[in-house]
């Protein structure tokens, strides 16, 4: 391995300063005794269930929907796949709140598809589903982004030679394409985990904040904000918790 500049410690050190020194300051301020009881509330369990439960939807939503579109991203080519990519890539940088209301007008009770929707009884907006159309919509992008750079870095030769041995394409898929990029699928996937966790503006915009139906932890320390913010700073840990346990965890895994 080559020896870096000197000069690149600087900054480096630096970078790693503004993501540690809050997140001790956070850490600092939690108050020991109390966390028990602040993590152990009704309203804290639910959030918490909830949120684990709508981030692991959202991811597996994103494996099934984001696998397929790297695919068509990475091995295809067609008039406007540089548009489809940048389509597919916008929810990287929209506000939350944009995305919420995006998703308000195609599935909201007088949306695009939810007016339909509503004649035959089916009702998205403001419950469960909508948080995991939320946090699916905001976190597909990783997946695809990560599994399709490392598609075109693995190019087609391996491919190609299965297919002249006889192997059908599906088999190519499943034997050979996907063995190969299968460190960047588990991590497009952890990435995509991540921030359906995480997702705060898309979600109370779209799915509103109801206890145990659609109140997911970052909703709940947004309200305890407000009228406890010892709570809510307890919640932030324990987010961040999960959330460095969870990417530990599968990046041990996937080094192995």
Partial sequence: MSPLPRWVLVPA??????????????????????????????SSLAALR????????????????????????ARTRFPGLGLLRAVVLIPLVLPPVVSGIALLQTFGRQGLLGRHLEVLGVQIAFSTTAVVLAQTFVALPFLVLSLEGALRTAGTRYEAAAASLGASPSRVLLQVTLPLVMPALLSGTVLSFARALGEFGATITFAGSLQGTTRTLPLEIYLQREGDPDAAVALSFLLMI???????????RSAA
């Fill in 13 to 42: 050190l630096l970078g790693g300063l503004l993501v540690v020194l809050p997140l001790t300051a956070m850490a600092a301020r939690v108050r020991w005794s109390d966390l028990g009881e602040l993590l152990t509330s009704e």
């Fill in 50 to 73: 909830l949120s684990l439960q709508t981030s692991t939807t959202s991811a597996l939503a994103c494996v099934v929907l984001g696998v397929p579109l790297a695919l068509l991203l």
């Fill in 242 to 252: 999960v959330a460095v346990a969870i990417i530990a965890l599968t990046r041990r």
